[in-house]
Every structure is written in C-alpha cells, then in structure tokens.
C-alpha cells in the first residue's frame, strides 16, 4: 500500500483555483511542499554512480557531489600554473572583463536612480600567460583593477584551450550512459576570488569538476522561481570610456546593446536576501556547497546557482564542467516554464 509522508501536506484540503488572486497562496503551498518534501542538504558520495543510479538522481532532479570525483584526473595531478602556461603560453585567449568592485559578468546592475539593467563583460584576447599572470597578481597583492575571468562557455576546452583536453576525459561515462549522449559542450574556467557568477540557471544537466583551488556553491530549485523576482531587463555591454566617447580613462561603462533587447533575468540575490524580494523569497531554503579539489558535482538542470570562488596557493581558481543536453520533452520543461511565467504575473501585479 502507498503511503504518503505526513509532512508533505498532500492532504490537505486544496484551494479551488477560480482566478488570479488564487495564485499567490497555491504558490506558497507549492514551495512550502517541495521543502517538506526534500532535504536541504546535498548528497555526498566518495565513489561514483552506476548509470542508473545516476538517473535516479536526473528523474527527481537533485544534485549530489562525488568527493575526489576527479582526483585522479590528469588535469588534477598536472594543472599548476607552470604547466598551463608551458602548454598554452603566448596563445591568444578570450577574457571577459568587469570593473574592480563588480564581479558582475552577465549580472544584474543597479544604476544611481535605482533602475537596474543587464549587463555583459568587456570580451578582449590576449596571450595566457599575460592573462594568468594578472589574475595571480591581483589574487596574491589584493590590489584593485578590472577584474579578469576565461568564461567563454562555448565548448573552449575542445577549442581555444585545446591543448588541454587531453588531460580531462572526454566525456563522463555514467553521464553519456544514462543521458545516452555525449556533451554538447565541454568548458574551461579561471579566475581568482574576485569572480562571483551572479544567481543564473542553465537548460543543461552538468557534471562540474573542481581542479584548482574552491568552489561556493548557492543553489536553488526550478520551483523556486517564485522567489527570485525574474524580471526583463535591458541587455547591455561593458566596454573601455574611451569607445564610449565619455573621456580617455580605462574606465569601463555598461553600454546599451543594439539592437535593444531584454534579458529575463533572476533579480534576487540569495546573500542579499532582504533586497529585491517578492512575498515568496522568505520561503526559499538556498542549498550551500563548497567543491575542494578534485570534486565533482551534477548540478541539474535549471538549477539556480549563483558561484563563487578561493584561490590556492599558486593564486588562481580553475575548473572543467561537461554540459549535457537536457530532456525537453514530458512535463518537466513545460511545467517549469509555466511556474516561471505565473511568478513573473502574480510578483508583476503584487509589486
């Protein structure tokens, strides 16, 4: 016989839904079942998943961490900055970059009148061992500037950082077995612990492997999208003053995109929870984990994560993360993206 959890609430009497105003407390009753329903800690596992056990957790959608997952990676056992540099060198490099006091690549930025906007980094080359150097630099001396982070998430460690690949394996194989596909991109980051990636969400099931230095964690549910307040926010782009034509400083200033577009946009930020609030944030119950070297983490898909980052001793953070596809058909796709819109509705009409 089935039983159902005595916390889980589903026995309760249902509110019969016959308008909009309906809304907001099926929400609550939403979000505060998922929490009943679900721990708020991380499964934690020193071996790695069989392919079905692996699909268990993509069916209900829960991260779990493989401590020394990819410890014995040959990324791992290799990757100092003499190496990178002896392998890369004088190769040329995508750099995305932000203004010193706002690590904030593709993030939400408040402007002096309170409005907020989109913003994208400044995107230059320039040679890796110049690029590696700044960021040791900065990491060790602690001193002020623009802030530097390789983050192009566009399958690069196959591409610009080639040379690299052979120390990481190709694919994850309880991933590619279960999901019954190889990566659809396969990527390398670096900066130091000045880089914070602000609370976002990917379409991808992701297999995150921590090579040097730690990664912060903050991660929250799809359901959770009641409460980080997403919102449409004009897109915009750092670049340097003087392209902008407001003076000759090495100043960057966040320019409006052409053409103007919006970018829908989680506005909430789980370490400032008493800014940019709808009635549903207090509900939310943000999971924390931190990845040491040789890590791994499945992150699923549409997941809110907000990252970030310490350096080792050698001054930077790097990492290699697999992007799987995820699975668009069945409900959970069109589920999640109707709680997305009605959110956006009911917060639209609370505010």
């Known amino acids: ?5 005595a916390t889980a609430g589903l026995m309760k009497s249902q509110p019969n839904i016959r308008d909009d105003s309906d809304l907001p407390t099926s929400f609550r009753e939403l979000i505060e079942t998922y929490n009943e329903l679900n721990a708020t800690n991380i499964d934690e596992h020193w071996d790695e998943p069989s ?3 692996f699909m268990r957790y993509v069916a209900t959608n829960r991260p779990f961490v493989i401590r020394q997952g990819c410890a014995n990676w040959a990324a791992s056992c290799k990757w100092s900055a003499e190496y990178l540099v002896r392998t890369i060198g004088d190769s ?9 006091g706002e690590s904030n690549a593709d993030a939400v930025l408040e402007q002096e009148d309170g409005s907020t906007i989109f913003v994208k980094p400044l995107e230059e080359t320039e040679t890796f061992s110049d690029f590696l150097l700044y960021v040791q630099n900065q990491e060790r001396s602690g001193t002020n500037g623009h802030i530097k982070y390789a983050q192009t998430q566009n399958d690069n460690l196959r591409n610009e950082y080639e040379t690299l690949f052979a120390d990481v394996p190709k694919d994850i194989p309880f991933a590619r077995i279960a ?13 130091n612990s000045q880089s914070v990636t602000s609370l976002h969400k990917d379409n991808y099931e992701n297999i995150y492997a921590q090579i040097r230095g730690q990664k912060h964690f903050v991660l929250l549910p799809p359901l959770a999208a009641p409460c980080v307040n997403e919102q449409s926010l004009v897109g915009t782009t750092y670049v340097r003053a003087q392209q902008a034509a407001v003076g000759v400083s090495d ?11 919006t970018v829908p946009v989680a506005t909430w930020d789980p370490d400032d929870a008493e800014s940019r609030t709808t009635s549903f944030s207090r509900l939310a119950q943000p999971m924390r984990v931190t990845l040491d070297e040789g890590d ?9 994560h907000k990252v970030s980052q310490s350096c080792g001793d050698e001054g930077f953070c790097c990492a290699v993360n697999y992007w799987y596809d995820m699975d668009f058909s069945g409900s959970f796709w069109a589920t999640n993206n109707f709680i997305r819109q009605a959110a956006r509705q009911v917060n639209r009409e609370g505010s």
């Open 51 to 53: 392919p079905l056990e």
């Open 92 to 100: 040329s490099v995508n750099v995305a970059i932000t203004p010193f």
């Open 179 to 191: 999901l019954q596909q190889a990566p659809d991109a396969i990527n390398f980051w670096l900066g």
């Open 296 to 304: 791994l983490l499945y992150l699923p898909a549409m997941w809110y």
């Open 251 to 261: 100043e960057l200033v966040a320019v409006v995109d052409e053409p103007v577009a």
């Open 1 to 5: 016989m089935l039983k159902y959890p």
